[in-house]
């Protein structure tokens, strides 16, 4: 009879347990000694698990930790692929956070003379203080107007969509009604349309031309998915031109229908689909 080969204190047939033990001691850990297998927190990315939180989107999650904005257990983590661990206490800027549960989306028809931040050290004026007292939910701007440009703006909480309508390999299409300090020429319309390079690179709009009904060849219409810091405006200066309207009409999908400068409202379902749908669609 062939004898039974003994099994060593803490572990079973299959060796699961000191597999578990052996993968457990690689895991970083902060100020954490539990870990629940079922959980969703664990194994989840710093950046991640910041963006869930409905702070920012995972890009811009990450470049808050480098900055040493986010600690864990009272510690500041500069690497944001830390491995969250159940028990671990997340802060930002000193407030801990949690993932929102609910995804909210908010559009607003922003103002000018509006700051596209959820805070600024100088006091002036953000797109926060309009939804404050609408939304209870955390949620942040996504992609920026600058301060005197109006028009479409999305807010959520919801960072794995942020992240792919601002990142540059998804095409998201922006139409902006511009309004010039002096008539375009046909040929200055022409060369945007074929496209140009200014010094962070080339510069391809899908449309340009100018607006119906509009006279005097100061109003254009640009059509474009890239969202560099300031294009739209840095474009016409290229040419020459001061801009001095700028108003973002269409975003993925939606428009100002129905939605007055200043004011805000929660997207409908169908609307939200729509929206995840054009921001999942690749250039490549």
Same mark, same amino acid.
């Given at each position: 009879m062939a004898k039974k080969r003994p099994h060593r204190k803490g572990t079973s047939k299959t060796g699961k347990s000191e597999r578990r033990q052996s993968n457990s001691a690689r895991r970083p850990m902060l100020g954490s000694e539990k870990v629940k297998e079922n959980s969703e927190e664990v194994g989840m990315r710093l950046n991640k698990y910041v963006a869930h939180c409905g702070v920012c989107s995972r890009r811009q999650a990450a470049d808050h930790i480098k900055n040493g904005l986010v600690e864990v257990n009272e510690k500041t983590v500069l690497e944001p692929f830390y491995q969250v661990q159940v028990g671990d206490i997340i802060s930002f800027?000193?407030?801990?956070?949690?993932?929102?549960?609910?995804?909210? !989306?908010?559009? *607003?028809?922003?103002?000018?003379? /509006?700051? /596209? /931040? &959820?805070?600024?050290?100088?006091?002036?004026? &953000?797109? *926060?203080?309009?939804?404050?007292?609408?939304?209870?939910?955390?949620?942040?701007?996504?992609?920026?107007?600058?301060? *005197? /440009?109006?028009?479409?703006?999305?807010?959520?909480?919801?960072?794995?969509?942020?992240?792919? %309508? *601002?990142?540059?390999? !998804?095409? %998201?299409?922006?139409? !902006?009604?511009?309004h010039l300090d002096q008539p375009v020429a046909s040929q200055d319309i022409e060369a945007i349309r074929k496209g140009f390079v200014l010094d962070d690179g080339h510069v391809q709009v899908d449309e340009v031309g100018y607006l119906e009904g509009m006279p005097g060849k100061r109003d254009v219409g640009v059509t474009i998915h890239i969202g560099r810091n300031r294009i739209v405006r840095r474009i016409f200066e290229h040419f020459g031109y001061q801009v001095e309207r700028l108003d973002r009409v269409y975003l993925g999908g939606l428009t100002k229908k129905d939605l007055p400068r200043g004011f805000v409202r929660p997207l409908k379902q169908q609307e939200v689909i729509m929206l995840k749908h054009f921001s999942g669609k690749s250039k490549s």
């Open positions: 800027k000193g407030t801990p956070i949690k993932p929102e549960i609910r995804k909210v !989306y908010f559009l *607003m028809n922003k103002p000018k003379n /509006t700051i /596209t /931040t &959820t805070s600024d050290e100088k006091g002036r004026k &953000t797109v *926060m203080d309009i939804i404050k007292s609408k939304v209870p939910e955390r949620v942040f701007p996504v992609g920026r107007l600058d301060r *005197m /440009t109006t028009g479409l703006l999305l807010l959520t909480n919801d960072g794995d969509l942020a992240q792919k %309508m *601002m990142h540059p390999s !998804y095409s %998201m299409k922006k139409i !902006y009604h511009v």
